[in-house]
C-alpha cells in the first residue's frame, strides 16, 4: 500500500506545538507548511478555496491536512442510525475528517463535498476527557466506540501516530471496547502496544476484483489479511465488515472465496463480530460517483430507490446476497456475533429469521461476548 | 464545430439542457452521439428523461460492454421508434424495454409476479398491487364492494386463493430471484 504524502500541511494558529503537530512535521520535513488563522476553514469558501482551483477538487483536498482543534463534540451516535431501521448502538469518535483513500463509492464524496482539506484535530486530550466522562460515569454499561466513521481509522497512523493515545485509553477500561475500522494495512503502530481485550480492529471487506477496480489507495485484499494476522498475533480482536456488498457478475464466487480465504488464515476464535450492508447511495452520492469516476460499474446493479432515499440493489436481490454470504459466514464462524447495517426489520427477519427488540438487543450482542469474563 | 455537434448543441439549446447533461453526451464517441440524437429528436426528450437515457445507457454498457450505439440499434429499442406510435407512447415503450435491459432480474421478477396476481382471477374488485422495485415486498390487496354480500364473496374467493396455495406461490416468488 502507498504511504499517504500530502501536498500541504495547514497548521491553525495556536495549534503548531500540538503533539500531533510536531510528530507529522518531523516525519515530513519537506512538505510545504503554511499556518492559517482561527477558522480558516469556515472564513474560505470551498468555491475559492486552492483546492478548487484544481481539476478535482475533492481529491485535491485530500492530499492538504489541516491541523485545527475539534470545538464540539467528539462523541456521537453512529450517524447512519435512522428511523425505521435497525441500529447497533454505536458511538462513533472522530480525530481525522476526510479520508486519504477515495473509495468510487464513498459516501463522503457528498458529505464533504465542499470541504477542501483533509481535517487533523488536535486536541486528542479533549476527546479522551469526553470519552472517559461517559464511560466511566456509566459502568455498568457497556458501550463500543469507533473511529472510523469520517476517516479510515489507521491509513494514517503512521504519520498521526493516534493509536498510542487511543490503544491503552481503551485497554485500561473495563466496559468499553475500542473499534478501528480501516482497509489500509498500517498496522505496526499497534503491534507494541497491549490491548488487553479490548480493542477490534476490523477491516471493510469485498472481493478483490472490487478492491482493485474501486477502492483506490487501499490496501490489497492480501495485505489487508496479512495485517489482520499481525494484529491477531499481537493480541487484538478482530472485525470484518462487509459492507457495502457489491453485486457484480461473479459476486457469489467473489464473496465464497473471499471468506474462505479469510477463515483459512485467521483464528476464528478471536473474531468479535462481523457485519454486512448493502450498497447504498443517495442520489447526490450517484451524481458524485457518476461524474468523478465515469469507468466505474458500481453503478451497474440493479439499484432502485428505497424508502429511505437511498438506493440499493433490489430487496429480493439484496435478501438473496445477504443470505448466500451469512449462510457462507455461519459456516466459517459459527459462533461469532453477525449483524446487519442499515437495513429494515423486514430485511432482518428474512436473512436472520428474527427482528431485534430495540438497538439495545444488537448492541448486547456484540458487547456481551467480547466484553463477558473478560 | 462538426455537424453533429451544431446538431446537438441546437437540440440542447431548444430544450435547455443543464451544461452536465450536455457535457456527458459529448463525452461520448461521434458514433454514440449520433445514435442517440436520433433517438432524442423522435422521442423529443427533455432534461430529466435524456439525463434517464443518459444513465440507463452508461450503466447497461459498463456492466455489458458494447457501445450505446448497439443498444440504441437493438430490434426491441429501435421498432417502436420507428413505428406510427404517438410520441408518448414511443417514449414508453422505449423506456420500458431500456428498462428490460438495464434491469433484468427485476424485470423478470416483476413480470412474474403480475402473472401470478393475473392467474389468481380475482376478477375486477379484488385488486392486488405491489410496490415499485417491489420494494418492502408488501402486496396490497384492496377490495370493493357494494354491499355485503359482494364483500363476502370476495373474502371468499381470496379465502380459496389462500387454500390453493396460489397466494402463497406469489409470495414465494420474492425468493426465486
Given at each position: 500500500m502507498q504511504t499517504y504524502q500530502p501536498s500541504e500541511i495547514l497548521i491553525e494558529q495556536g495549534e503548531e506545538n500540538t503533539p500531533v503537530v510536531q510528530r507529522v512535521l518531523t516525519r515530513l520535513p519537506h512538505v510545504p507548511v503554511r499556518i492559517v488563522e482561527k477558522d480558516w476553514e469556515r472564513k474560505t469558501p470551498a468555491r475559492t478555496s486552492p483546492a478548487l482551483s484544481e481539476h478535482e477538487p475533492f481529491a485535491a483536498g485530500k492530499r492538504r491536512v489541516l491541523f485545527?482543534?475539534?470545538?464540539?463534540?467528539?462523541?456521537?451516535?453512529?450517524?447512519?442510525?435512522?428511523?425505521?431501521?435497525?441500529?447497533?448502538?454505536?458511538?462513533?469518535?472522530?480525530?481525522?475528517?476526510?479520508?486519504?483513500?477515495?473509495?468510487?463509492?464513498?459516501?463522503?464524496?457528498?458529505?464533504?463535498?465542499?470541504?477542501?482539506?483533509?481535517?487533523?484535530?488536535?486536541?486528542?486530550?479533549?476527546?479522551?476527557?469526553?470519552?472517559?466522562?461517559?464511560?466511566?460515569?456509566?459502568?455498568?454499561?457497556?458501550?463500543?466506540?469507533?473511529?472510523?466513521?469520517?476517516?479510515?481509522?489507521?491509513?494514517?497512523?503512521?504519520?498521526?501516530?493516534?493509536?498510542?493515545?487511543?490503544?491503552p485509553f481503551f485497554a485500561a477500561r473495563q466496559n468499553v471496547l475500542l473499534e478501528l475500522k480501516t482497509k489500509s494495512d498500517c498496522v505496526n503502530g499497534l503491534l507494541s502496544l497491549d490491548p488487553k481485550e479490548r480493542v477490534v480492529v476490523s477491516w471493510s471487506l469485498t472481493p478483490s476484483e472490487i478492491i482493485d477496480t474501486e477502492e483506490h489507495g487501499t490496501a490489497s485484499f492480501a495485505e489487508r489479511l496479512a495485517a489482520a494476522r499481525q494484529v491477531q498475533a499481537a493480541g487484538y480482536k478482530l472485525g470484518f465488515h462487509f459492507d457495502p456488498l457489491i453485486?457484480?457478475?461473479?459476486?457469489?464466487?467473489?464473496?465464497?472465496?473471499?471468506?474462505?480465504?479469510?477463515?483459512?488464515?485467521?483464528?476464528?476464535?478471536?473474531?468479535?463480530?462481523?457485519?454486512?450492508?448493502?450498497?447504498?447511495?443517495?442520489?447526490?452520492?450517484r451524481t458524485a460517483v457518476r461524474r468523478r469516476f465515469p469507468q466505474t460499474r458500481i453503478l451497474?446493479?440493479?439499484?432502485?430507490?428505497?424508502?429511505?432515499?437511498?438506493?440499493?440493489?433490489?430487496?429480493?436481490?439484496?435478501?438473496?446476497?445477504?443470505?448466500?454470504?451469512?449462510?457462507?459466514l455461519k459456516?466459517?464462524?459459527?459462533?461469532?456475533?453477525?449483524?446487519?447495517?442499515?437495513?429494515?426489520?423486514?430485511?432482518?427477519e428474512k436473512v436472520f429469521g428474527h427482528v431485534p427488540s430495540s438497538d439495545k438487543e444488537v448492541a448486547r450482542t456484540l458487547t456481551q461476548p467480547n466484553l463477558a469474563g473478560v | 464545430?462538426?455537424?453533429?455537434?451544431?446538431?446537438?448543441?441546437?437540440?440542447?439549446?431548444?430544450?435547455?439542457?443543464?451544461?452536465?447533461?450536455?457535457?456527458?453526451?459529448?463525452?461520448?464517441?461521434?458514433?454514440d452521439q449520433a445514435a442517440f440524437l436520433v433517438v432524442v429528436q423522435v422521442l423529443q426528450l427533455g432534461e430529466n428523461h435524456l439525463r434517464d437515457f443518459l444513465d440507463w445507457l452508461e450503466e447497461i454498457t459498463a456492466r455489458d460492454g458494447g457501445t450505446a450505439r448497439e443498444l440504441l440499434t437493438r430490434a426491441d429499442i429501435h421498432q417502436p421508434l420507428q413505428s406510427t406510435l404517438a410520441r408518448n407512447d414511443k417514449l414508453k415503450a422505449v423506456k420500458e424495454a431500456l428498462r428490460r435491459i438495464r434491469y433484468p432480474r427485476l424485470s423478470r421478477l416483476e413480470g412474474d409476479v403480475r402473472a401470478a396476481v393475473k392467474a389468481l382471477d380475482l376478477g375486477n374488485r379484488i385488486q392486488v398491487s405491489f410496490p415499485p422495485a417491489l420494494e418492502g415486498e408488501d402486496i396490497t390487496v384492496e377490495l370493493k364492494a357494494h354491499n355485503l354480500q359482494e364483500l363476502t364473496d370476495s373474502l371468499r374467493h381470496l379465502q380459496q386463493r389462500v387454500e390453493d396455495g396460489a397466494l402463497q406461490r406469489l409470495f414465494a416468488l420474492f425468493d426465486e430471484v
Open positions: 485545527t482543534r475539534q470545538r464540539s463534540t467528539f462523541l456521537e451516535h453512529c450517524p447512519a442510525g435512522t428511523s425505521g431501521l435497525v441500529c447497533c448502538n454505536y458511538l462513533v469518535v472522530s480525530l481525522i475528517s476526510n479520508c486519504s483513500m477515495d473509495c468510487s463509492y464513498c459516501f463522503l464524496q457528498e458529505y464533504l463535498a465542499n470541504n477542501p482539506t483533509l481535517k487533523v484535530f488536535t486536541n486528542v486530550g479533549e476527546l479522551l476527557s469526553e470519552v472517559a466522562g461517559a464511560v466511566d460515569r456509566h459502568p455498568e454499561r457497556h458501550f463500543r466506540i469507533g473511529t472510523g466513521e469520517l476517516s479510515d481509522s489507521l491509513a494514517l497512523d503512521p504519520l498521526l501516530g493516534f493509536s498510542a493515545d487511543m490503544v453485486e457484480y457478475p461473479n459476486w457469489e464466487e467473489g464473496y465464497r472465496d473471499t471468506i474462505a480465504q479469510i477463515f483459512s488464515t485467521i483464528d476464528v476464535r478471536r473474531v468479535a463480530w462481523v457485519s454486512v450492508g448493502s450498497l447504498r447511495m443517495t442520489p447526490a452520492l451497474s446493479g440493479e439499484q432502485v430507490p428505497c424508502g429511505d432515499g437511498k438506493w440499493r440493489t433490489f430487496q429480493a436481490l439484496r435478501v438473496k446476497m445477504y443470505r448466500a454470504i451469512t449462510g457462507w459456516e466459517a464462524a459459527p459462533t461469532v456475533p453477525m449483524y446487519m447495517c442499515m437495513e429494515t426489520a423486514a430485511v432482518w | 464545430m462538426s455537424q453533429l455537434n451544431e446538431q446537438i448543441a441546437t437540440y440542447a439549446h431548444e430544450k435547455r439542457l443543464s451544461p452536465q447533461t450536455l457535457a456527458r453526451w459529448s463525452a461520448w464517441s461521434e458514433e
